[in-house]
C-alpha cells in the first residue's frame, strides 16, 4: 500500500475495500451512509453484501442533475443521517462528484469519502476538490470545491472494467502527461497494450502527483489549475452534443487544442504527430473531421471558464510544458 498526503486528504493506493474500517479513525458503520454506482453494485455485490445504508446512483451523466441530487437528499434524512454522519461515494467520476457535492451541501457540509472504481476515476476524477452537477446540458456548471477525507484505490476494482472505460482513463493520463510530464508521455509511447494492467500502479500514480502538483499551486482554478482543462473546451462541448464517451471527447478536444496551437506556432508538428500516435495506440479518436465546430460554439460560449466573448484556453509548447492563453471563442472556431 502506498499513501499520499494533500491538503486534508490521505490517499491510499493499492489497498482493499474491505480494509477501509481499519483505516478511517472513529469509523462508525452506523453512521455512515454509501452511495454507489449501480453497475459497481452489480458487478461486486458480495464485497457489499453486508454492507447497510446504501444509496444506488443510476450510472450515466444523468444523474449528475439537481433534481437527482434532492432525492439523495430525502433518502439520507429518510435513513437518519445526521451532522455527524459520514458519506462515502463507490464508483466512477459520476459518484465521486454526485458525493462529493452532496456531502458539501447536506446540513452544510458532512465528511465524506471516495472509493472510486473506474481508471478514469482513480487518476483523475475523484483527485483536486471539485465537485460539480450538471445544469442545462452544461457540464459541471453548479458546484464546490471541497476535498474528501480519504481517497481509497484499490485496483480489484479494475478487473470488471470494459476496454472503453480503460481508455477513457487513459485519455486523462495522456492529458496529464502532455501538460506536465515528458517522462510519462515517452512511457505511454513505449508500453505494450499487453502489458498495461500490470503496469497501472506507476501510470495511475505518476497520474496523480501531476494532478496534485498543479491542485496544491492553485487550488482554486485561478490560474495554474487552468491547464487540467487540456482538451476540455472542445471536449466538454463534444461530450454534450455527441454524447461521445468521456474519455473519447477529451481526446477529440486535446486534437482542436493542438491544431489551434500548431497554426498558432506554438506546438511543433512533429509532436504534435506523437500525441496523435499515442491517443491512436490507446483507441482514442482523433479524426475531428465529421465534428462540426460551428455547432459547439453555444456551449463554449457557456462554458463556466468563459469570460464575455473570450475564453481561457490551454496551449501546448512542448509535450509536457502547456500555458494558459486568452482567446476570443470565435478564433477557437475559426482556427
Do not use: W
Not at 491510499?12 to 459497481?40: G, K, M, P
Not at 446504501?54 to 433518502?75: A, H
Amino acid at each position: 500500500m502506498k499513501l499520499l498526503n494533500y491538503d486534508h486528504t490521505k490517499i491510499y493506493l493499492d489497498t482493499y475495500f474491505t480494509n477501509l474500517s481499519s483505516l478511517l479513525e472513529c469509523f462508525s458503520e452506523q453512521n455512515t451512509y454509501y452511495l454507489i454506482d449501480e453497475n459497481v453494485l452489480r458487478l461486486h455485490h458480495s464485497k457489499f453484501a453486508s454492507i447497510k445504508n446504501l444509496i444506488i446512483i443510476p450510472s450515466g451523466e444523468n444523474s449528475k442533475s439537481l433534481n437527482f441530487i434532492s432525492q439523495i437528499v430525502s433518502n439520507l434524512l429518510s435513513l437518519g443521517a445526521n451532522r455527524k454522519s459520514y458519506l462515502i461515494g463507490i464508483g466512477g467520476g459520476v459518484t465521486t462528484d454526485i458525493t462529493g457535492f452532496v456531502a458539501s451541501v447536506f446540513m452544510r457540509g458532512i465528511s465524506f469519502g471516495f472509493i472510486p472504481t473506474t481508471l478514469l476515476a482513480m487518476c483523475d476524477a475523484s483527485i483536486g476538490g471539485k465537485n460539480g452537477v450538471n445544469l442545462n446540458s452544461v457540464k459541471n456548471i453548479v458546484g464546490v470545491f471541497n476535498n474528501p477525507d480519504f481517497i481509497l484505490i484499490d485496483y480489484s476494482f479494475l478487473k470488471t472494467l470494459s476496454n472503453e472505460e480503460l481508455v477513457n482513463g487513459f485519455a486523462e493520463i495522456i492529458k496529464h502527461a502532455c501538460i506536465a510530464s515528458e517522462d510519462l508521455f515517452v512511457k505511454l509511447e513505449n508500453i505494450s497494450q499487453k502489458n498495461l494492467l500490470k503496469n497501472i500502479d506507476d501510470f495511475i500514480y505518476s497520474s496523480i502527483l501531476i494532478k496534485l502538483d498543479i491542485v496544491l499551486i492553485d487550488k482554486k482554478e485561478e490560474n495554474q489549475r487552468k491547464l487540467l482543462n487540456f482538451g476540455h473546451t472542445f471536449g466538454h462541448a463534444i461530450e454534450s452534443i455527441y454524447g461521445f464517451s468521456h474519455g473519447k471527447s477529451i481526446s477529440l478536444g486535446m486534437v482542436f487544442a493542438n491544431q489551434i496551437a500548431t497554426k498558432m506556432g506554438y506546438l511543433d508538428t512533429n509532436q504534435n504527430t506523437r500525441i496523435l500516435n499515442v491517443l491512436n495506440s490507446f483507441n482514442l479518436p482523433s479524426d475531428i473531421s465529421s465534428i462540426n465546430k460551428k455547432e459547439v460554439l453555444e456551449l463554449i460560449y457557456n462554458d463556466k471558464k468563459a469570460i464575455k466573448s473570450n475564453i481561457d484556453f490551454i496551449i501546448l509548447n512542448n509535450i509536457g510544458e502547456a500555458f494558459v492563453k486568452s482567446l476570443k471563442v470565435i478564433d477557437l472556431i475559426d482556427g
